[in-house]
């Protein structure tokens, strides 16, 4: 009875944690680049209770007899599929068709002067949420104030708009052209850069929309022309839209209900164990 009880409390534990995980997919319903997350879980050790025998003899042989000890995490998954496109007229905002990350820097750059020079380790968060702005220097960058990484002339740069540019486009190939303050032909403030990894379902989740790269993912690949969308399998940009979050509500209240369903079993073994002890404690009588 004990033993069932334990078990039990066990199941309650990881169903409240996919609960947890089920919720936090529900609240980030709406949340620009978000992944969903799945739970799996697998059982724990089994007590031996009658051993397997070969057959011989007079006899068949016989197989084990085991008596599980409860259930732990399997696994918490990250559902990397793309998410839906919505259409927002910003020019900053930007997509990616296909595969690949937005390489982000979350730390401060040097400067010479007033130009921003990026760390030449490269990135140290990606994301998939394009939602970028301008900061008061004129460099793209995201929502929390983290530089994106580009390049220009085949060097690591960041993305800068010359104050009192105009018309500024991101074409499919990454490129941010604008018109000058001064007018004239359109000028090239350099490309976004794109990143993939051998397992991207291993990233670290970070805040603010960022992942990191883990012993998991593996390090970010760039390819041949060192990120530049389009190219070695990476996916293309497109302006004027975001992706918006993979969540699958339909899926997500269904992981729900069986949460609940399943901490209500465990909570019913666990009463059902209390009263079969009582059972027994009452037998002094």
């Not at 995201?142 to 085949?154: A, E, M, N």
């Amino acid at each position: 009875m004990l033993r069932g009880m334990y078990s039990a409390i066990s199941g309650l534990k990881m169903h409240q944690a996919m609960l947890d995980v089920t919720a936090n997919d529900i609240a980030n319903v709406n949340t620009i680049g978000y992944k969903a997350s799945r739970t799996t879980f697998s059982d724990q050790l089994a007590q031996l209770q009658q051993a397997a025998t070969a057959p011989g003899g007079a006899s068949g042989g016989r197989n084990p007899g085991q008596i599980g000890l409860g259930v732990q995490f399997g696994s918490i998954d990250n559902i990397m599929g793309g998410g839906a496109l919505q259409a927002t007229g910003n020019v900053f905002d930007v997509a990616i068709q296909g595969e690949g990350w937005f390489r982000i820097k979350t730390t401060g750059p040097a400067t010479e002067g007033e130009i921003a020079v990026p760390d030449p380790a490269g990135a140290d968060a990606f994301t998939r949420a394009g939602n970028f702005t301008i900061n008061s220097q004129g460099y793209l960058v995201t929502q929390s104030g983290h530089y994106v990484l580009g390049q220009k002339d085949g060097a690591p740069a960041y993305i800068r708009i010359p104050e009192g540019a105009s018309n500024v486009t991101i074409s499919e190939t990454g490129e941010v052209t604008y018109v000058p303050a001064a007018g004239g032909a359109r000028e090239s403030a350099g490309f976004l850069t794109l990143a993939k990894f051998a397992n991207e379902a291993g990233l670290e989740r970070a805040s603010t929309n960022l992942w990191k790269v883990s012993a998991a993912s593996g390090e970010e690949i760039l390819g041949d022309q060192n990120g530049l969308p389009g190219t070695s399998g990476l996916g293309s940009t497109i302006s004027g839209v975001i992706e918006m979050s993979n969540v699958d509500l339909a899926t997500e209240f269904t992981e729900l209900i069986s949460a609940q369903r399943g901490f209500q079993a465990n909570s019913r073994v666990i009463s059902t164990s209390d009263e079969m002890l009582q059972e027994l404690v009452n037998l002094k009588r």
